[in-house]
């Protein structure tokens, strides 16, 4: 389980709070997908919960233990991809499998090529991050996440820079990476169809200092016509509601 325990940020001492009061249990293999309106703290979130950002207050656990990248496996998919402008795409997606000492037989080498494959970026293999389009750079940086089978993975908006069509083919394939590992996800997106479609449970946050206004859950999980259920109906017309209430300037 991973547990945020009251956690505020500041990013320095004279500048108000970014995040206030966060808490979140999140059980094993769940999704949390988060909403919130631009500029209230979840990119700086998924910056605290893996160390990239301190906290001010609180403590973020896994499994009772504080969460560390040093004794932990964290997956990121930054909102700017993340990637080393030096290293050629598959050096970027081999990179923290090698910072973990992660031995890659052949079988390994035969899934890596499998994902990349599946995220149509074989052939970029050889490139480097400058020369490619914003979707190809998102798609290498959710390659380098989806193979290294994290203990946790957090996603800032990870499809935002992809084609509709490429977008729900990617969806499905986290979808089915998610099921084999069990992977405990935190979502950021700013699409409410996303959260909807990929989150056990839906968190909204507040304007800027972000708070956790509201935690649903996400009955559209269990049903079959995920996209166009009357339960995806039902919770689009809850969040928006809420939305519309808590967001007002
Ligand atoms: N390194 C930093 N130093 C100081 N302030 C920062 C820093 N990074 C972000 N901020 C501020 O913290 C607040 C939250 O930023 P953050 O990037 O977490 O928002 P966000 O919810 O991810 O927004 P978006 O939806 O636009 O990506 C903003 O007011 C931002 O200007
Ligand atoms: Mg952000």
Redesign the pocket.
């Known amino acids: 389980m991973l547990e945020i325990k009251n956690v505020d940020v500041y ?2 001492k004279n ?1 108000s709070e ?1 995040l206030r009061e966060i808490n979140l249990q999140i059980e094993t293999g769940e999704i949390y997908a988060i909403i ?10 998924l ?1 605290a919960i893996s160390g990239l ?1 301190p906290y001010s207050n609180g403590e973020i656990l896994l499994n009772k233990e504080k969460l560390s990248a040093k004794h932990h496996t964290i997956g990121l998919i930054p ?1 700017n991809y993340g990637l080393l402008p030096w290293k050629t795409v598959f050096d970027n997606i081999l990179l923290p499998l090698n910072i973990k000492n992660r031995q890659i037989d052949k079988a390994f080498l035969n899934y890596i090529d499998e994902v990349m494959e599946k995220l149509e970026i074989s052939t970029l293999k050889e490139r480097f991050p400058n020369n490619l389009s914003g979707g190809q750079k998102q798609r290498v940086s959710i390659a380098r996440s989806f193979v290294l089978q994290p203990d946790i993975l957090l996603m ?2 990870p499809f935002s820079a992809l084609d509709a069509l490429t977008r729900e083919n990617i969806q499905e394939l986290f979808l089915k990476i998610w099921k084999e590992q069990n992977i405990t996800t935190l979502l ?1 997106t ?1 699409s409410v169809e996303e959260a909807i479609y990929l989150g056990t449970k839906i968190v909204i946050m507040s304007p ?1 200092p ?1 708070r956790i206004i509201k935690i649903l859950d996400n009955p559209v999980q269990k049903v079959e016509n995920k996209r166009t259920s009357v339960e995806h109906l039902q919770i689009a017309t809850d969040i928006r509601y809420i939305m519309t209430k808590e967001w007002k300037k």
């Not at 919130?36 to 979130?45: E, V």
């Open positions: 990013y320095d500048q970014v919130g309106p631009s500029g209230c703290g979840k990119s700086t979130l910056k950002t909102q800032d908006e950021i700013h800027l972000g």
